[in-house]
């Protein structure tokens, strides 16, 4: 073979690959270059209801509404507000009387006789860890120490009328009492204020906790407990509880509400705590807590924190409500 023919087969390659190009060039529409082709179209970014976040991102739960607290805690939109249970305390709490139910991640359980099964008791105690974390989260305060919860009869009571009572002064422990039969998502609201006194107990101290004014003592405990609290009037905020409230006819000095009737006391001082921490700030409430000199309504230092009087503070706060 001569060395021109050597070279014109060395190009048939070349020259089929020239033509395969010039064919799929020919293919495209008129004007248009291979650069121009349009990019196949990305599917549009997932909506809220469409998909699920990925992994990596971060989902802002919905807004709580005062109802959801009713809700099963396993519920999707439950869930989205309510957080699930991630820290653990080691150990046992103080032991109760009654049957041991269970031991959470950070509760134990006991139960007496008379009152809810121990089936009632266990499914509490699993919505009591999520009303738990709740809290916490809301008062950015965790126990360091676990907490033993009894539920009694509510013959066992140590007052007429007591639903629940929280020791915190040694090692913490909180007590409901209830009959069988009776509402429990009440008693886990009870319980959860009762818990909050546990938590305040872990921001202030076990000593000023023994003396703080009972209005913040238990207004401070309603407001802690949040969406559970809310959940029994169904209002959207304390403020607007107490609104309802006191256009209702209950008004005149918060120091002797309690006294006339403690259910719309606890909703009363809820309020008011509300008013004092918007209004004035948590910095300021939280010396104010401390600043208890016993369980006497009024009688923590309003005047040395704020500048006013309890009962100028508490008209101040009735005319947000007219």
Same mark, same amino acid.
């Given at each position: ?123 509490? #105690?699993?919505? &009591? +860890? ?5 809290? *916490?989260? !809301?008062?950015?305060?965790? /126990?360091? $120490? ?51 006194? #546990?938590?305040? &107990? +872990? ?5 000023? *906790?023994? !003396?703080?004014?009972?209005? /913040?003592? $238990? ?64 910095? !300021? ?38």
């Amino acid at each position: 073979m001569s060395r021109k023919q050597r070279a014109l087969l060395a190009l048939a390659p070349l020259a089929v690959l020239l033509l395969i190009v010039g064919l799929m060039g020919a293919s495209l529409p008129q004007g248009q270059g291979a650069a121009d082709v349009t990019p196949v179209a990305q599917p549009a970014p997932p909506t809220e209801t469409s998909a699920a976040p990925s992994p990596a991102a971060t989902a802002t739960p919905i807004p709580p509404t005062a109802t959801l607290a009713r809700r099963d805690y396993n519920e999707i939109a439950f869930a989205q507000v309510k957080l699930a249970p991630t820290t653990f305390l080691p150990g046992r709490g103080v032991e109760l009387p009654g049957e041991m139910v269970t031991s959470g991640r950070r509760l134990d359980f006991y139960v007496g006789r008379n009152s809810f099964s121990a089936e009632q008791v266990a499914d509490m #105690a699993i919505k &009591a +860890e999520h009303a738990l974390s709740y809290m *916490q989260k !809301r008062f950015a305060t965790d /126990l360091s $120490e676990r907490v033993s919860v009894g539920v009694y009869a509510a013959s066992q009571a140590p007052g007429r009328g007591t639903r629940g009572i929280a020791y915190t002064y040694g090692q913490t422990n909180v007590r409901i009492y209830y009959r069988a039969g009776e509402d429990s998502h009440k008693a886990l609201v009870i319980l959860s204020h009762e818990l909050a006194h #546990a938590l305040q &107990a +872990e921001a202030y101290g076990k000593e000023a *906790q023994s !003396r703080a004014d009972i209005v /913040l003592l $238990e207004g401070l405990a309603s407001y802690i407990s949040g969406e559970y609290w809310l959940s029994l009037s169904g209002a959207a905020s304390f403020q607007e509880r107490a609104r309802e409230l006191y256009h209702a006819g209950y008004g005149g000095s918060l120091a002797t509400m309690g006294k006339r009737n403690s259910d719309v006391a606890y909703d009363m001082w809820a309020g008011f705590v509300q008013y004092l921490t918007t209004t004035y700030g948590w910095d !300021r409430f939280n010396i104010l807590y401390v600043s208890g000199r016993g369980r006497a309504a009024g009688s923590a230092d309003y005047a040395g924190v704020y500048g006013k009087t309890f009962a100028e503070l508490n008209e101040e706060w009735y005319a947000t409500l007219r």
